[in-house]
């Protein structure tokens, strides 16, 4: 199986500070933050009731969700009251001005009989 390759989706300067962009790579959705020192990626949709988590306010390294304010971890993706769910988390990195992501295929979702 070949590797997933790195996307750019942004430039740097172009998240301010504090806030997240939404970016659609390979079908999927991704939010992309800045605290101000490095950037980190997640699956952009909240696992409630899918609001946009790349709209939510970033602080002390946690998004909250913009709509009913369930709180993401963005170093792992859990969600802060129960970190046994969690949203995916993509590599980031920065190549010259270019902020890249490496965007993996959604995990299949666990069935039971
Ligand atoms: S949609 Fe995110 S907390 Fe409800």
């Not at 949709?45 to 709209?55: E, F, I, Q, T, V």
């Not at 010259?96 to 009989?113: H, K, M, N, W």
Request: charged share 25%; aromatic share 8%.
């Amino acid at each position: 199986m070949s590797e997933v390759p790195f996307t750019p989706v942004a430039r740097v300067g172009d998240i301010p500070a504090g806030e997240g962009r939404t970016y659609e790579v390979g079908g999927r959705l991704v939010a992309v933050f800045y605290d101000g020192t490095s950037y980190q990626a997640i699956d952009d949709l909240c696992p409630h009731m899918g609001a946009s988590l790349g709209s939510g306010p970033l602080r002390d390294g946690e998004v909250t969700c913009p709509w009913h304010a369930w709180r993401f971890r963005l170093c792992d993706g859990a969600w802060c009251d129960n970190p046994r769910l969690k949203v995916d988390v993509f590599e980031v990195r920065v190549v010259g001005d270019a902020i890249e992501v490496r965007v993996t295929p959604p995990r299949p979702l666990a069935t039971s009989r």
